[in-house]
């Protein structure tokens, strides 16, 4: 119902110009990025070389989410990924709230993904400083902006590139260094002191990591045979993710002291440079660089199109549901996304900017793992599609597995992401509450006179 008005009031409509290959890119595009590049070093700081079984339990509680996701994509393969998911199930509040606290992840996410960058070009810059950093970051936001109002293609063949480039400096990363390792490095296991408070707090802290095939739903209308190829390309994602997250973590802490590691925001780089010399260094941070400009983009294209879906169904302005008749591609949807990514840029803190993507992400998914359930219930399941077993085991332990990482989070994540909350509560009883109202007669109103007419 919310699609077909949203299809007429827009200006254009999206293109089917994204196969398995393409999907796929898109979602290790965001997932090979911060998650091994940038936060891995914190991580084996916090636990140890258990880093590497952090990133495996990490990616076990994961795939709950993702089965569930590819079976929602086939029986709801419209633009929004999570957010239209919940919005067709439950509709109303549960749907505006998945929205909301998706959009505020995958913005945050933007903005670590941009940090990383910036941080690579800042090596070169002499006493470059947090401002500088952040300075740099908003350069490169701009950029992706101006990529992703050409086409989705365009993004696609950017990601494809990339993805070639830091899969090559990742997995030489991986194999020269098996040869480096250290077995007393690796010993012992666990840092001292750690136990199953610290091991959990380190798994919440690299989820965001893990979260990348979520986007690929985000782009439904834009991937050829949605059914078959969007479940495949999540699968996949998730798989060749995980097996590289814990390679790669391994390297880091057989290579050098897992606390040399910790200190650094670029651990491949520097765990390469220590192996190498420098100029292996330069082609570490060659590689995070190509990484996390891959995770921007693809992150980048999700965030407008979540944006987009919102305005589509009037929980946002309905001028971000326009559809550029030129490049097919959402531009209102993506300035916002510009200014808002480009806000939580400027602190700088990549720590605390994962924190709270991490936050947002959870709580969003854990009601897109619930909406199978209502799927379910009010007979929305498309016969013939992909579908979990077991149900509704699944489901649950989707919810389950997102909400037992919440108290986990660093503390200041929790606090500012109740401020975000709160400001989500308030653009929903302020605003969206009344338009969406307003939209539904619209609606049953454009309905009427379509039958009337027939």
Known sequence: MHETFGEEQGSGKFDRTLGLIGATNLGLGAMLGGGIYVISGEAAGMVGPSIVLAY???????????????????????????YTFAHDTYGGFPGFLTGWFLFIGNL??????ALAVAHTLAVFIPGATT????????????????????????????????????????????????????????????KPGTGIWEFMSAVSFIYIS?????????????????????PRAIMLTLLIATIVYMAAALVIVGVVPYTDAASSYTPISYVFGEM???????????????????????????????????????YFPAILSNVSERFK???PALLLTLVAV????????????AAIADFGYLIGLAIVNSSVIVLHQKGLSVPGTFKAKWFPAIPLLGVVTCLILVPFLHLESLYLGSILTVIGLLVYGGYARNKEHRHEIEVRRLNDAKRLLQ
């Open 56 to 82: 495996l339990v990490t990616g076990l509680m994961t795939l709950f989410t993702a089965v569930n996701y590819a079976e929602l994509a086939c029986s709801i393969p419209k633009q929004g990924g999570g």
């Open 108 to 113: 945050v996410a933007c903005g670590l993904y």
């Open 131 to 190: 401002i500088t950093v952040g300075q740099i970051a908003i350069v490169i936001i701009a950029i992706t902006f101006i990529t992703n109002i050409i086409s989705i293609k365009g993004v696609s063949g950017v990601l494809g590139i990339l993805n070639i480039a830091q899969a090559v400096v990742l997995f030489s990363f991986i194999l020269i260094g098996s040869l480096f390792i250290e077995p007393a490095n690796l010993t012992p296991l666990f």
């Open 210 to 230: 893990f979260v990348g095939f979520e986007l690929i739903t985000t782009a439904s209308e834009e991937i050829k045979e949605p059914a078959r190829n969007i």
């Open 276 to 314: 190498l010399g420098p100029m292996a260094f330069a082609v570490g941070l060659a590689g995070m660089a190509a990484s996390n400009y891959a995770a921007l983009n693809a992150t980048f294209l999700a965030t407008a199109r979540v944006a987009y879906s919102m305005g589509r169904d009037r």
């Open 329 to 331: 591609t959402p531009i």
């Open 342 to 353: 480009s806000l939580f840029a400027i602190s700088g803190n990549v720590s605390l900017v």
